[in-house]
């Protein structure tokens, strides 16, 4: 079974820019979650999604936005890139959302964005 | 635990002895923890994981402990070897899928 896949691995964005990365969950896998990595601030919740809902949304901008298709691939976009907003983004899939037979998510490998 | 993300604390071990890595979570809701290794470059990987019901469960050469009357947590790895050299975090769920992880440890092992 293939893991997560994010795409690309790497990007280089300016300010002002907006930019759009992808996730493949495992298959058959409905959930997804993304997560910002910093060394400042560490690992961050984004969101989560399942069912193509967006299930919860963590502390960040509205700027910060995402989605997940029929398929369960998910997207996610920011808009008005700012300089703080190079990081590691990391997307995160789930079989289940929640409830007593929740199980481990699976991380990708992330997308490294740079802004500049 | 809550996110610090500041500074990471490493632990060093000798390749053999057994370490002990510790995280404190925040919310006493949380029902749900896992623990994950993450190598430079890599996206986290999962080690093993435990429900709120349990106190103790173990993996091969890793055992985690929970402690929920003082939200904590523990990782013990067994023998460790230079492949264990990583940072390793605690995640904590309560609400969804959504995680919140502890700052992280390094750990280093000396050959």
């Keep these: 079974k293939a893991g997560v896949t994010q795409t690309p691995r790497y990007l280089i964005k300016t300010r002002g820019q907006q930019v759009t990365l992808s996730c493949s969950p495992i298959s058959g896998h409905r959930s997804v979650s993304w997560y910002q990595q910093t060394p400042g601030q560490g690992l961050q919740f984004l969101f989560e999604y399942f069912s193509e809902t967006q299930r919860n949304k963590g502390n960040f901008p509205g700027r910060f936005s995402g989605r997940q298709f029929s398929n369960s691939r998910s997207e996610m976009n920011v808009s008005t890139l700012e300089l703080g907003d190079s990081a590691l983004y990391l997307c995160a899939s789930s079989e289940v959302w929640g409830g007593a037979g929740k199980t481990e998510a699976f991380f990708g490998q992330g997308t490294r964005l740079t802004v500049v | ?111």
Excluded at chain 2, 2 to 19: A, F, I, K, R
Excluded at chain 2, 30 to 44: A, H, N, V
Excluded at chain 2, 80 to 92: I, K, L, R
Aim: hydrophobic share 35%; with cysteine.
């Design chain 2, 1 to 111: 635990g809550e996110s610090v993300g500041l500074h990471l604390p490493t632990l060093s071990v000798q390749e053999g002895d057994n370490s002990i890595i510790n995280c404190a979570y925040s919310n006493s809701a949380s029902d749900y923890f896992i623990w994950y290794k993450q190598e430079s470059g890599k996206g986290p990987q999962f080690i093993i994981d435990i429900r709120s019901n349990m106190d103790k469960r173990q993996g091969q050469r890793v055992t985690v402990l929970l402690n929920k009357t003082v939200k904590h947590l523990s990782l013990q790895i067994a023998a460790t070897q230079p492949g264990d050299s990583a940072v390793y975090f605690c995640a904590e769920n309560n609400a969804g899928n959504m995680l919140t992880f502890g700052g992280g440890t390094r750990l280093m092992v000396k050959p």
